[in-house]
């Protein structure tokens, strides 16, 4: 049983913000979060070789201190800054960890923004104490609003779900709009559990949900220096501890975070700069999941498959070359058929012969749209979630740094 109808507070999450004038536009920009003694918690990072000096420093810390603290600054990346970055993340822990009584190794730094210009430290250490002075559980919807970049609207879920008869809350907040693309996608989320659970069970919940959810998502085919995702469980539900990724409970566990972090992921696809389409590609009959991701990920990818979405033009043939480049070792394209919603556009080498314009043209008119690729050569199934490229996405990007 499951509801998503308010925000829940989590016990043993603490949340404040602030407006620290990071970002030109004077809206919160900075959010601490505080984990209660004995909380677990669990981290993915970007893939990017050019990964920002928070990730570093988040990395390295989740490796040697269970975190007391989480904080986030948008508006500014903190990537490729070099020495200083690094120095800027670490002095940014230190300053959150004097305040709240802990080491600083217990802090985890994550920023997100502008890449390449460091940060403005003397409104972090300003900020730090505003954002700790208005700590609350309630405060997810205004610590969702601080980590936004280009993010037109904030991105949220929160649910009360049994387990084996117990009762758990979980809450998440994501931000993401551009440079979206799995390894993580510009993506940050961060979710919170009273859940007890072992710190093993935790990292694998995480890596799985992650892999089925965020790096299943793109919106451009850019992948972030900053991406990172936490989930921190702070033990401090009426339940016995999950320690077995084998039982039921473990299964429970996983279904609800996987849940929530796929909601979360398609906020961040629906949110995408400038989108107008949602488009779900779902390739099935593969020989196995990564060639149903590299035939998927060639479609979403194609900049003329995401015009012609932009269009509303049922360009099939778009679609059909980007299945053929996309690089599967001796394809029968005799045998694979491709659908727009529920009509056949492909079939037997070329268009359908029940095809027709018009009935192409209905599927493209709407705004949440499925493109169905059956390779017919296996039993594997994967989707990913995309959106349309329109003139929008070329002005919010070519403008972002002015």
Same mark, same amino acid.
């Not at 505080?34 to 050019?50: D, M, P, Q, V, W």
């Not at 822990?93 to 730094?109: H, Y």
């Not at 929160?158 to 809450?171: A, L, P, R, Y």
């Not at 990724?245 to 992921?265: I, P, S, W």
């Given at each position: 049983?499951?509801?998503?109808?308010?925000?829940?507070?989590?016990?043993?999450?603490? !949340?404040?913000? &602030?407006?620290?004038?990071? #970002?030109?536009? @004077?809206?919160?920009?900075?959010? /601490? *979060?505080?984990?209660?003694? +004995?909380?677990?918690?669990?981290?993915?990072?970007?893939?990017?070789?050019?990964?920002?000096?928070?990730?570093?420093?988040?990395?390295?810390?989740?490796?040697?201190?269970?975190?007391?603290?989480?904080?986030?600054?948008?508006?500014?990346?903190?990537?490729?800054?070099?020495?200083?970055?690094?120095?800027?993340? !670490?002095?940014? &822990?230190?300053?959150?960890? #004097?305040?709240? @009584?802990?080491?600083?190794?217990? /802090? *985890?730094?994550?920023?997100? +923004?502008?890449?390449?210009?460091?940060?403005?430290?003397?409104?972090?250490?300003?900020?730090?104490?505003?954002?700790?002075?208005?700590?609350?559980?309630?405060?997810?919807?205004?610590?969702?609003?601080?980590?936004?970049?280009?993010?037109?609207?904030?991105?949220?879920?929160?649910?009360?779900?049994?387990?084996?008869?117990?009762?758990?809350?979980?809450?998440?907040?994501?931000? @993401?709009?551009?440079?979206?693309?799995?390894?993580?996608?510009?993506?940050?989320?961060?979710?919170?559990?009273?859940?007890?659970?072992?710190?093993?069970?935790?990292?694998?919940?995480?890596?799985?949900?992650?892999?089925?959810?965020?790096?299943?998502?793109?919106?451009?085919?850019?992948?972030?220096?900053?991406?990172?995702?936490?989930?921190?469980?702070?033990?401090?539900?009426?339940?016995?501890?999950?320690?077995?990724?084998?039982?039921?409970?473990?299964?429970?566990?996983?279904?609800?975070?996987?849940?929530?972090?796929?909601?979360?992921?398609?906020?961040?696809?629906?949110?995408?700069?400038?989108?107008?389409?949602?488009?779900?590609?779902?390739?099935?009959?593969?020989?196995?999941?990564?060639?149903?991701?590299?035939?998927?990920?060639?479609?979403?990818?194609?900049?003329?498959?995401?015009?012609?979405?932009?269009?509303?033009?049922?360009?099939?043939?778009?679609?059909?070359?980007?299945?053929?480049?996309?690089?599967?070792?001796?394809?029968?394209?005799?045998?694979?058929?491709?659908?727009?919603?529920?009509?056949?556009?492909?079939?037997?080498?070329?268009?359908?012969?029940?095809?027709?314009?018009?009935?192409?043209?209905?599927?493209?008119?709407?705004?949440?749209?499925?493109?169905?690729?059956?390779?017919?050569?296996?039993?594997?199934?994967?989707?990913?979630?995309?959106?349309?490229?329109?003139?929008?996405?070329?002005?919010?990007?070519?403008?972002?740094?002015?």
């Amino acid at each position: 049983m499951m509801e998503n109808n308010k925000l829940h507070p989590i016990v043993g999450i603490y !949340l404040g913000a &602030c407006a620290a004038n990071i #970002k030109k536009s @004077g809206k919160t920009d900075l959010v /601490v *979060l505080e984990l209660t003694e +004995g909380s677990r918690t669990a981290a993915t990072f970007t893939k990017n070789a050019f990964c920002a000096a928070p990730v570093t420093v988040a990395k390295n810390n989740l490796q040697s201190a269970s975190p007391r603290a989480l904080i986030i600054n948008s508006g500014n990346a903190n990537a490729g800054t070099g020495e200083q970055g690094m120095a800027d993340a !670490l002095q940014s &822990c230190e300053w959150v960890a #004097k305040e709240l @009584g802990c080491d600083s190794n217990q /802090v *985890l730094p994550f920023s997100t +923004g502008v890449i390449g210009e460091n940060l403005p430290m003397d409104k972090l250490q300003q900020g730090i104490p505003l954002a700790l002075s208005n700590l609350s559980i309630t405060n997810w919807e205004v610590a969702s609003q601080g980590i936004m970049t280009t993010d037109l609207v904030p991105k949220t879920v929160s649910k009360v779900v049994s387990i084996d008869g117990s009762e758990i809350t979980m809450t998440g907040m994501s931000k @993401g709009s551009g440079m979206i693309h799995p390894n993580m996608a510009t993506m940050l989320g961060f979710a919170a559990t009273d859940a007890k659970i072992s710190q093993a069970c935790l990292d694998k919940c995480l890596l799985d949900a992650v892999n089925k959810s965020f790096n299943r998502i793109t919106v451009d085919g850019d992948t972030s220096t900053n991406d990172a995702c936490t989930l921190t469980a702070t033990q401090q539900a009426d339940m016995p501890e999950i320690t077995d990724v084998n039982t039921t409970a473990y299964q429970q566990f996983a279904d609800a975070v996987d849940e929530m972090m796929t909601e979360l992921a398609q906020m961040i696809v629906r949110d995408g700069e400038g989108a107008t389409k949602f488009v779900s590609v779902i390739v099935e009959g593969g020989k196995d999941s990564a060639e149903c991701l590299q035939v998927a990920n060639t479609v979403a990818l194609s900049p003329l498959v995401k015009t012609a979405l932009f269009a509303s033009d049922p360009n099939w043939g778009r679609i059909l070359a980007a299945v053929g480049r996309a690089g599967l070792e001796e394809l029968d394209i005799d045998a694979l058929k491709i659908y727009l919603g529920d009509v056949c556009i492909v079939e037997n080498g070329g268009r359908a012969a029940s095809y027709t314009e018009e009935s192409g043209q209905v599927v493209m008119d709407q705004t949440d749209i499925d493109i169905l690729i059956q390779l017919n050569r296996g039993e594997a199934r994967e989707t990913v979630w995309t959106t349309d490229f329109s003139y929008d996405y070329v002005k919010i990007n070519a403008e972002y740094r002015t």
